[in-house]
């Protein structure tokens, strides 16, 4: 069965980074785009990123682009979110999402809290 | 980029009552919408996505309608499992982005 797994959530300083990571498994990971969407305390869903299967394409919120990069490793079935200059704002839990029919499986997230 | 605007944001139904959530995006998307469940502290769940498709292993009491920029979701007979927020999300062009959440509350 499909299982998407995150890791490296914590509590960061503002201005540090944190690299977060998500283990796919139960499906062939090379063949799917892939997706970050992150849901802050108490509010909604934000899509924050996707890259697509080889990871040659790559698209960002506005809220990120510049300091958020995803990537990928097709060997390891693992895609990554590098947060640079964290700020306050981006406490929040972070999913990783597989791309088809929009996003039909979701990881059980991880939370990121940036606090001084 | 595309807003999502849904309302309610809020609403309280019974056991049995039929209810309609809409959703309208500020400009066209074709037919490139999603409806999730989310309930809390747990991932979304993909319950209807191209506007009308109901995604496999989610109960057919759950509807989408629409296309372009009025969307909606219906559930025919609330179950006491349906009490649980609602999203909708386009896909229609980057960035992606969803509507602020229904709120479905037991009256």
């Known amino acids: 069965q499909v299982q998407l797994v995150e890791s490296g959530g914590g509590v960061v300083q503002p201005g540090r980074s944190l690299k977060l990571s998500c283990s796919a498994s139960?499906?062939?990971?090379?063949?799917?785009?892939m997706h970050w969407v992150r849901q802050a305390p108490g509010k909604g869903l934000e899509w924050v990123s996707i890259?697509?299967?080889?990871?040659?394409?790559?698209y960002y919120a506005d809220s990120v682009k510049g300091r958020f990069t995803i990537s990928r490793d097709n060997s390891k079935n693992t895609l990554y979110l590098q947060m640079n200059s964290l700020r306050p704002e981006d406490t929040a839990v972070y999913y990783c999402?597989?791309?088809?029919?929009?996003?039909?499986?979701w990881g059980q997230g991880t939370l990121v809290t940036v606090s001084s | 980029d595309i807003q999502m605007t849904q309302s309610p944001s809020t609403l309280s139904a019974s056991v049995g009552d039929r209810v309609t959530i809409t959703c309208r995006a500020s400009?066209?998307?074709?037919?490139?919408l999603a409806w999730y469940q989310q309930k809390p502290g747990k991932a979304p769940n993909l319950l209807i996505y191209?506007?009308?498709s109901l995604e496999s292993g989610v109960p057919s009491r759950f509807s989408g309608s629409g296309s372009g920029t009025e969307f909606t979701l219906t559930i025919s007979s609330l179950q006491p499992d349906d009490f649980a927020t609602y999203y909708c999300?386009?896909?229609?062009?980057?960035?992606?982005?969803f509507g602020q959440g229904t709120k479905l509350e037991i009256k």
């Open positions: 999402a597989r791309d088809y029919h929009s996003n039909d499986y």
């Open positions: 139960g499906f062939t990971f090379s063949s799917y785009a």
């Open positions: 890259i697509s299967y080889y990871g040659n394409n790559k």
């Open positions: 400009q066209s998307i074709s037919s490139w």
């Open positions: 191209k506007a009308s």
């Open positions: 999300q386009q896909y229609n062009s980057y960035p992606w982005s």
